[in-house]
T-cell receptor
Framework: QKEVEQNSGPLSVPEGAIASLNCTYS??????FFWYRQYSGKSPELIMS????GDKEDGRFTAQLNKASQYVSLLIRDSQPSDSATYLC????????????FGAGTRLFVKA | DAMVIQNPRYQVTQFGKPVTLSCSQT?????MYWYQQKSSQAPKLLFH???????NEADTPDNFQSRRPNTSFCFLDIRSPGLGDAAMYLC???????????FGPGTRLTVL
């Protein structure tokens, strides 16, 4: 089992819709969770960090964390074509040394 | 603006010819990371420095070395690049190991 799993996509949504991106992780004691956006050929850019169970909202973005089920999700409301990118989920783990593990990302395509 | 800078942005080298990539930061963060990212894959952590303490990932080839002469700078040395080392190399920093990471723009390495 991969340590951080994401559907590779592509996930295609129409402009103005809600895009829902999901991530599961294997280390039950993980405490820090991050979502990054990566445009093609560019480096990852932090969107959200979340540390506690529940929802965290920042503008059009909402991160949701459920530690019992070991998943974290990102909702993008009112999706725009400029949101088209790969979204990377990252999880801090203390297995084999403390480090951040990245998922391979979900490609999102927002159709105008 | 506080930032993470990588030079060069594009590097072309010949098979077996040593190459050095550089990273600098003005964030005064304790931790600096080097990742390798190939197309459609997750960033793969090569190593990180917590201050002067070097932490090498178990599966990082010996061909890859790193130096951190001071808080602001960190270098990635590839002693004998092979064709399989062609990738985007990402430098990132974080205040501490549990915090979000901030990425530089990356260096795209081509090996001929």
């Amino acid at each position: 089992q991969k340590e951080v799993e994401q559907n590779s996509g592509p996930l295609s949504v129409p402009e103005g819709a809600i895009a829902s991106l999901n991530c599961t992780y294997s280390d039950r004691v993980s405490q820090s969770f991050f979502w990054y956006r990566q445009y093609s050929g560019k480096s990852p850019e932090l969107i959200m960090s979340i540390y506690s169970n529940g929802d965290k909202e920042d503008g059009r973005f909402t991160a949701q964390l459920n530690k019992a089920s070991q998943y974290v999700s990102l909702l993008i409301r009112d999706s725009q074509p400029s949101d088209s990118a790969t979204y990377l989920c990252a999880v801090n783990t203390n297995t084999g040394g403390f480090k951040t593990i990245f998922g391979a990302g979900t490609r999102l395509f927002v159709k105008a | 603006d506080a930032m993470v800078i990588q030079n060069p942005r594009y590097q072309v080298t010949q098979f077996g010819k040593p190459v050095t990539l550089s990273c600098s930061q003005t964030l005064n963060h304790n931790v600096m990371y080097w990742y390798q990212q190939k197309s459609s894959q997750a960033p793969k952590l090569l190593f990180h420095y917590y201050d002067k303490d070097f932490n090498n990932e178990a599966d990082t080839p010996d061909n890859f070395q790193s130096r951190r002469p001071n808080t602001s700078f960190c270098f990635l040395d590839i002693r004998s690049p092979g064709l399989g080392d062609a990738a985007m190399y990402l430098c990132a920093t974080s205040r501490d190991l549990v915090n979000e990471q901030f990425f530089g723009p990356g260096t795209r390495l081509t090996v001929l």
